[in-house]
């Protein structure tokens, strides 16, 4: 079964500090790797995948393969930034498989 | 704009009750999941439907059923509500393309809280 691993429920961060929210996959060929976001009282929604290589609100995440690796960077967290985040990696039948998600706080 | 929305926001129901979460999209998407999240445990898909009356188990199909009659609308059926199925259910819906081979943004609904007591 492929797993999606998020080690941390919550991290808290100052305003402008370095965000760096952690995910791991279980190794199954070439994996297409995805984060959502969940903003208070807000739906889910797509951050950033990692096939189309894009920062969204300055957020990175770049894929390793060697470490089954898809960690979601930004070098300046902003309070707005403030939210659930989700890992999640496609499988067949347009299924996405999500991780248990890390919740970012920054404190201002 | 995608669209998917969801009958209620809160719904309280009793122990044995059947209950029914309607989804509804209105972008002509073929794919419709239902996923339950709860904290720690995050999403988890309960079932899934490629298509008209088509439909594929998730990680957690026991005790739920589902129904897509029309390719706009998933119904996700409790048929007996415990306790232990008081969650957050939250729908989503995908485009498919013939060919495409990456996956595609799946949209959410606001997601519907059910209290079984």
């Known amino acids: 079964a492929q797993r999606v691993t998020q080690p941390e429920k919550l991290l808290s961060v100052f305003k402008g500090a370095p965000v760096e929210l952690k995910c791991n996959y279980s190794y199954s060929g070439s994996p297409e790797l995805f984060w959502y976001v969940q903003y208070s009282r807000q739906r889910l929604q797509l951050l950033l995948r990692?096939?189309s290589r894009e920062s969204i609100k300055g957020f990175t995440a770049d894929l390793n393969k060697g470490e089954t690796s898809f960690h979601l960077k930004k070098p300046f967290a902003q309070e707005e930034d403030s939210a659930m985040y989700y890992c999640a990696r496609a499988g067949g039948y347009q299924k996405v498989t999500f991780g248990t998600g890390t919740k970012l706080q920054v404190i201002p | 704009d995608v669209k998917v929305t969801q009958s209620s926001r809160y719904l309280v129901k009793r122990t044995g009750e059947k209950v029914f979460l309607e989804c509804v999209q209105d972008?002509?998407?073929?794919?419709m999941f239902w996923y339950r999240q709860d904290p720690g445990l995050g999403l988890r898909l309960i079932y899934f439907?490629?298509?008209?009356?088509?439909?594929e188990k998730g990680d957690i199909p026991e005790g739920y059923s589902v129904s897509r009659e029309k390719k706009e609308r998933f119904s996700l059926i409790l048929e007996s509500a415990s306790t232990n199925q008081t969650s957050m259910y939250l729908c989503?819906?995908?485009?498919?393309?013939?060919?495409?081979?990456?996956?595609?943004?799946?949209?959410f609904g606001p997601g519907t809280r059910l209290t079984v007591l």
């Open positions: 972008m002509d998407h073929e794919n």
């Open positions: 439907s490629y298509d008209v009356k088509m439909k």
């Open positions: 989503a819906s995908s485009l498919w393309e013939l060919g495409r081979s990456s996956y595609n943004e799946q949209f």
């Open positions: 990692h096939i």
